[in-house]
């Protein structure tokens, strides 16, 4: 079992829907959750980082996390075709050096 | 400004060659690691570094050997290439405290295809 689970998709959904991308974890040693986001042809971008359990909004993007569950989200209200992308999870915790834990990715796509 | 910027871009190259992926950034930050992306798009940790000290170094065959020449420079030397060479290889690097030191900042790629 890998330590984080993503489902790879690809995920599509029309322009204005709210999407929802989620991970799982296993190791509840976890304090540092993170999405990225990966054009294509381009190298994974922070889109939103959170330390611990709770909620995190920054414009349209909403990150929780559920340290109870073991589960992280990202939510993307209004969705716009410039959102089409490939989405990671990654975490860390202090004790192994920050090093990140990636999930596979998922593969959304926005349709006008 | 370019934060982490490798060079090339794109390499092309036989089966048995040898060849090296050159990484920079401009952010101050203490750590580097190269990462391997492949067609599924996972990313795998390779090597990290710290202040020119080798910290991570997961399993990846003796072929691959990084070279950090100073803590802004982290290049990447493979010999005999073979075609599962072939995939994105990403540089990042992280700071020293609070989110800088938890998250990573990544470079455009090198897009490595062995013929």
């Known amino acids: 079992q890998k330590e984080v689970e993503q489902d790879p998709g690809p995920l599509s959904v029309p322009e204005g829907a709210i999407v929802s991308l989620n991970c799982t974890y296993s190791n509840s040693a976890f304090q540092y959750f993170m999405w990225y986001r990966q054009y294509s042809r381009k190298g994974p971008e922070l889109l939103m980082y959170?330390?611990s359990s709770g909620n995190k909004e920054d414009g349209r993007f909403t990150a929780q996390v559920d340290k109870s569950s073991k589960y992280i989200s990202l939510f993307i209200r209004d969705s716009q075709p410039s959102d089409s992308a490939t989405y990671l999870c990654?975490?860390?915790?202090?004790?192994?050096?920050?090093?990140?834990?990636w999930g596979a990715g998922t593969k959304l796509i926005i349709k006008p | 400004d370019t934060a982490v910027s490798q060079t090339p871009k794109y390499l092309v190259t036989q089966m048995g060659n040898d060849k090296s992926i050159k990484c920079e950034q401009n952010l101050g930050h203490d750590t580097m690691y190269w990462y391997k992306q492949d067609s599924k798009k996972f990313l795998k940790i390779m090597f990290s570094?710290?202040?020119?000290?080798?910290?991570i170094n997961e399993t990846v065959p003796n072929r691959f050997s990084p070279k950090s020449p100073d803590k802004a420079h982290l290049n990447l030397h493979i010999n005999s290439l073979e075609l599962g060479d072939s995939a994105v290889y990403f540089c990042?690097?992280?700071?020293?405290?609070?989110?800088?030191?938890?998250?990573?900042?990544f470079g455009p790629g090198t897009r490595l295809l062995v013929l």
């Open positions: 570094y710290n202040n020119k000290e080798l910290i």
């Open positions: 990654a975490m860390s915790r202090m004790d192994s050096n920050y090093q990140l834990i």
């Open positions: 959170t330390y």
């Open positions: 990042a690097s992280s700071g020293i405290a609070g989110r800088e030191r938890e998250t990573q900042y």
